[in-house]
């Protein structure tokens, strides 16, 4: 698990650690040294840690003018035992929607199992993004599975073609402006 990395080919356009605004600012990160484990597994030191024991992030882009945000994960989401959605929504989303994001592009490829509880957190999320959304990009099968178990497909876009996008061949604010238009199909 340590070498995967997050994605870094819009680190010229946007670094959370350098946005003010950002509920990251001022995150420092080694290049050196590997401290964050996920059950054991080091992983590579550039995910951030939002108070979580086996998921962490990556805050890839955010366009306030865009209102849009894309946050890259790793490790297990695990609301059942580590309540990572509370973590998730207090520490990371919360920040964001008071800056006025309201569009979030979730990539999860490398969120491997799921295991959910109460949907609280994510009717709350949906609710504060009023006239936005939350899409999950490239979730694998199974977690897109167990979380739609728990009904969370209610608040979160998965499935069709956001589950094989090739997000990575697109600026970020194409990528928002695609997801926008898959959603927007949608919603009719």
């Known amino acids: ?3 995967i990395e997050p994605h870094y080919a819009w680190i010229d356009q946007y670094s ?4 003010p605004r950002s509920p990251l600012h001022g995150a420092e990160n080694s290049l050196d040294s590997y401290v964050n484990t996920i059950y054991g597994y080091y992983i590579h030191p550039q995910w951030d840690d939002f108070g979580s024991d086996t998921l962490f992030i990556k805050i890839l882009f955010v366009d306030y ?9 790793i490790g297990e989401w695990n609301d059942a035992i580590e309540n990572d959605i509370m973590q998730l ?6 920040p964001l929607l008071h800056e006025g994001i309201a569009r979030f592009i979730l990539v999860g490829e490398n969120v491997f199992n799921f295991h959910g509880s109460d949907d609280s957190y994510y009717e709350e999320w949906f609710e504060d993004v009023e006239d936005g959304w939350i899409a999950g990009v490239n979730f694998q099968e199974h977690v ?3 979380m739609r178990q728990f ?9 069709g ?3 094989e996008l090739p997000w990575r061949t697109y600026e970020p604010r194409k990528l928002f402006n695609v997801v926008d ?3 927007g199909y949608r919603l009719g």
């Open 1 to 3: 698990m340590h070498t």
């Open 16 to 19: 959370a650690s350098e946005d």
């Open 65 to 73: 003018e865009q209102q849009s945000a894309i946050l890259e994960f």
């Open 89 to 94: 929504k207090r520490e990371i989303i919360d």
């Open 144 to 146: 897109i599975r167990e």
């Open 151 to 159: 009904n969370l497909d209610s608040y979160i876009n998965f499935g």
């Open 161 to 163: 073609q956001l589950d």
């Open 181 to 183: 238009k898959i959603i």
